[in-house]
């Protein structure tokens, strides 16, 4: 049973350089979500999606755009990346909607992003 | 501004000791609290804290919530060194945002 699939795990960029970063889960979850990680500041939600073909901002959404593909699939692009952007990313996804379903998120192992 | 607080940020016990994490929130529409283990990877699901003074345990960790003080605990009791890890908080706000702490880094030394 893989959860959920980050690629790639580590990932070295120069300024201005574009990216995307793949999550999928196959644990048929309504929502999935990004964060940042670092150091000092816990994770922060950069973005999410409660349901496919939906997507809004959480904390920290300046500089990142998503896509949520299909049910399984959700994307997080850094058009031009800046050095600020160093972080580790995690995806993470559960599987209900509102307000009333009361499930904890699962997360992905994480992707290394370094902007040089 | 929703904030969670995590104390202390480090911890270093031996083997065998017991120890209490602690995590206060104030996070506005607030549904329930979460506790997360994370090791090298991925945070790994450990509570999910919806009501006041209900504990909830798993072998030897144990958990509970005071929505009046608002605030937490984790309890991890005969230590092993494979607790050692960053143990994560966090507040969850409405219907699907999270609000996390800083971490606790626990050291288990053998």
């Known amino acids: 049973n893989a959860g959920v699939t980050q690629t790639p795990k580590f990932q070295v960029l120069k300024t201005g350089q574009s990216m995307t970063l793949q999550c999928a889960q196959d644990?048929?979850?309504?929502?999935m979500y990004w964060y940042r990680q670092d150091p000092g500041m816990g994770l922060r939600l950069i973005y999410y999606s409660a349901s496919e073909g939906t997507t809004d901002k959480g904390e920290v959404p300046n500089g990142y755009n998503v896509s949520r593909l299909n049910k399984r699939e959700f994307s997080l692009r850094l058009e031009s990346a800046a050095p600020s952007q160093t972080s580790v990313y995690f995806c993470?996804?559960?599987?209900?909607?509102?307000?009333?379903?009361?499930?904890?998120?699962?997360f992905g192992d994480g992707t290394r992003l370094s902007i040089l | 501004e929703d904030k969670v607080v995590q104390s202390p940020l480090s911890l270093v016990v031996h083997e065998g000791d017991t120890v209490t994490l602690n995590c206060s929130y104030e996070?506005?529409?607030?549904?329930?609290l979460l506790w997360y283990k994370q090791e090298k990877k991925a945070p790994t699901f450990l509570f999910m804290l919806t009501s006041s003074g209900i504990e909830k345990k798993s072998g030897r960790l144990s958990s509970i919530l005071d929505k009046k003080e608002l605030f937490s605990i984790l309890n991890i009791t005969a230590t092993q060194t494979g607790d050692s890890a960053v143990y994560l908080c966090a507040g969850v706000q409405g219907a699907q945002k999270l609000v996390f702490g800083q971490g606790t880094r626990l050291t288990i030394n053998p």
């Open positions: 996070v506005t529409n607030f549904r329930s």
């Open positions: 644990m048929n979850h309504n929502s």
């Open positions: 993470a996804s559960r599987l209900g909607q509102g307000v009333d379903s009361n499930q904890p998120q699962h």
